[in-house]
């Protein structure tokens, strides 16, 4: 009872409307490139310097310098442009791009989001995701319902150190999606067989 990962892709790309800006957090996010036609009209970002994203190369396509803010090899659309970080900087602090897709490690009812670091943990720095969550226009969150240790990454309040504070608009989950209502998150979609029992605490989640 429960979305696959590619599942969980195809729910987040569901929610945006073709021709829009899209910048791919790492992670979860990046199987969204899995997913796309191979002649798609989104405008994928990248801010390593990347506009018009293709899908995920083949084996006989990887070219070693063509690769995305998560070093990840990628394939570009034809009309797709290559630029420093100040201006791919600019592009997102500019509020031009539409969505970014970013996984999450926490995020609470008042729509903040952590997902950078857990205190005393290694860490490899947190890419351009403060700016993502303050520059894009929309920000959906991508991530799996539950922790290993079974707790619940949806809660009342964040207790690791933010990424934004107030700046996600949905969360997809493998058990559901999510948007916001007075504090609460809202239920727009559930797993087939999921319940409101199964998501959490009660109190923080309507229909």
């Known amino acids: 009872m429960s979305w696959s990962k590619i599942e969980m892709a195809?729910?987040?790309?569901?929610?945006?409307?073709?021709?829009?800006?899209?910048?791919?957090?790492?992670?979860?996010?990046?199987?969204?490139?899995?997913?796309?036609?191979?002649?798609?009209?989104?405008?994928?970002?990248?801010e390593n310097g990347v506009l018009g994203v293709g899908q995920r190369p083949s084996k006989n396509e990887v070219s070693p310098t063509l690769i995305n803010a998560g070093k990840e090899t990628i394939s570009v659309i034809p009309g797709a442009s290559f630029f420093d970080s100040s201006t791919s900087f600019g592009m997102i602090r500019g509020g031009h791009i539409d969505y970014c897709i970013l996984g999450g490690m926490e995020v609470d009812s008042e729509r903040s989001l952590a997902n950078w670091m857990i205190p005393g943990k290694k860490i490899t720095g947190m890419g351009g995701a403060m700016d993502l969550?303050?520059?894009?226009?929309?920000?959906?969150?991508?991530?799996?319902?539950?922790?290993?240790?079974?707790?619940?990454?949806?809660?009342?309040?964040?207790?690791?150190?933010?990424?934004?504070?107030?700046?996600?608009?949905t969360v997809v989950t493998d058990l559901g999606v999510f948007s916001f209502e007075n504090e609460k998150f809202k239920v727009l979609k559930l797993v087939n067989g999921v319940t409101l029992n199964d998501l959490g605490s009660n109190e923080l989640f309507v229909e």
Do not use: F, R, W
């Not at 987040?12 to 199987?31: D, E």
């Not at 619940?152 to 996600?168: F, H, M, R, S």
């Open 10 to 46: 195809k729910e987040a790309l569901n929610l945006i409307p073709k021709g829009s800006s899209i910048n791919l957090g790492i992670g979860l996010p990046t199987l969204i490139s899995e997913i796309l036609p191979k002649e798609h009209d989104y405008i994928i970002h990248s």
């Open 133 to 169: 969550v303050n520059g894009a226009k929309n920000v959906i969150v991508m991530m799996t319902h539950k922790n290993k240790d079974d707790t619940i990454k949806l809660v009342k309040k964040c207790t690791l150190p933010l990424t934004g504070k107030a700046v996600v608009n």
